[in-house]
C-alpha cells in the first residue's frame, strides 16, 4: 500500500547550521510532493512543494529535491534560525487521487541559539 | 481571503457519543479533505469530498463518515465514539484536488472522549 518513510524523528542542529530531513516514498505513481510546517499548537503549513517533473525546487533558505527512481525527497534547510523549530511533515500523493495525502510521521527540528 | 474554518475547535465527549465537526474551506476551492492526528499515528487521511461526493476514502472504520453541501462546507461526523478516537481532527481543500493542488489546513478541532 502506500506509505511514506521519514528520517530522523528528531533533529537538533545550531543556529546557522543546515538541517535536511529525508522522506522515501513506496507507489512509483505519486507524483506531488509537499512539505508542512507545524508549530506547537498551530495548523500545518504549506512551505514548500514539488512535482513529479521537476528534480529541485528553493525558496529563499528552503530547498527540496526528488529523486524519482530511488523514490525519495528531501527538505534542506540553510541558515536555520529559533524559528525554524517546528515539527515538519513530508508528504505524497497518488496519481489521480490529488485530495489524498500520505503523510510521513514527521521530524521535530530543533534550533539551538 | 480568509482560511479554513474549523468548528469547534474542542469537543469533550464520552463513549458512545456520536460527534459532528464542520468545515468551511477557502471561498473558491471545493475539494475538503479531512485527516487525524494523534501522536502515535501521525497525520492519517480519513476521506476526501468534491462536488458533494465522497472521492476518496482511507483506512478507517465505517464509523467515521462525512458529507459536502453546495456551498463546498463539509461535516465529519463519528458515531459510537471510543477511547482512541481522541485526535486532532484536521480539515483542508483545493481548488479542486487535482494533482499538484496544494491543501490548505484549518486549524482543526482537538476531541477528547472520556
Known amino acids: 500500500g502506500e506509505n511514506v518513510e521519514q528520517h530522523p524523528s528528531t533533529l537538533s542542529v545550531q543556529e546557522g547550521d543546515s538541517a535536511v530531513i529525508k522522506c522515501t516514498y513506496s507507489?512509483?505513481?505519486?507524483?506531488?510532493f509537499p512539505w508542512y510546517k507545524q508549530e506547537l499548537g498551530k495548523r500545518p503549513q504549506l512551505i514548500i512543494d514539488i512535482r513529479s517533473n521537476v528534480g529541485e525546487k528553493k525558496d529563499q533558505r528552503i530547498a527540496v529535491t526528488l529523486n524519482k527512481t530511488a523514490k525519495h525527497f528531501s527538505l534542506h534547510i540553510t541558515e536555520t534560525q529559533p524559528e525554524d523549530s517546528a515539527v515538519y511533515f513530508c508528504a505524497a500523493t497518488v496519481y489521480n487521487q490529488g485530495g489524498k495525502l500520505i503523510f510521513g510521521q514527521g521530524t521535530e527540528l530543533s534550533v539551538k541559539p | 481571503k480568509a482560511g479554513v474554518t474549523q468548528t469547534p475547535r474542542y469537543l469533550i465527549k464520552t463513549r458512545g457519543q456520536q460527534v459532528t465537526l464542520s468545515c468551511s474551506p477557502i471561498?473558491?476551492?471545493?475539494?475538503v479533505s479531512w485527516y487525524q492526528q494523534t501522536p502515535g499515528q501521525g497525520l492519517q487521511f480519513l476521506f476526501e469530498y468534491f462536488s458533494e461526493t465522497q472521492r476518496n476514502k482511507g483506512n478507517f472504520p465505517g464509523r467515521f463518515s462525512g458529507r459536502q453541501f453546495s456551498n463546498s462546507r463539509s461535516e465529519m461526523n463519528v458515531s459510537t465514539l471510543e477511547l482512541g478516537d481522541s485526535a486532532l481532527y484536521l480539515c483542508?481543500?483545493?481548488?479542486?484536488?487535482?494533482?499538484?493542488?496544494?491543501?490548505?489546513f484549518g486549524d482543526g478541532t482537538r476531541l477528547s472522549i472520556l
Open positions: 507507489d512509483s505513481a505519486s507524483n506531488y
Open positions: 483542508a481543500s483545493s481548488l479542486d484536488g487535482g494533482a499538484g493542488q496544494p491543501q490548505h
Open positions: 471561498s473558491g476551492h471545493r475539494s
